[in-house]
């Protein structure tokens, strides 16, 4: 199993796992197909949809946990 962090690209989450990206969009995520937001960290995207990024760990962790 992977273990995500916050300094990971959201290009790199999505080659993970692709089902990492309904976890994004609800959290309001919805620009996860923009070419910037691949080269975004989970962190920096995170902290410009006012997310908390330790928040979005766990729950990606958890679900790749499953």
């Known amino acids: 199993m992977a273990k995500v ?3 990971m690209l959201i290009g790199e989450l999505l080659t993970v796992d692709p089902n ?9 995520m919805h620009c996860l ?3 910037s937001s691949q080269m975004e960290s989970l962190e920096e995207a995170a902290m410009v949809h006012g997310l908390d990024a330790d ?7 958890d679900f790749l946990g499953e």
């Open 55 to 61: 928040v979005l760990v766990a729950q990606i962790n």
């Open 5 to 7: 962090t916050k300094s």
């Open 33 to 35: 197909g923009c070419p």
């Open 20 to 28: 990492i990206a309904p976890i994004l969009m609800r959290a309001g």
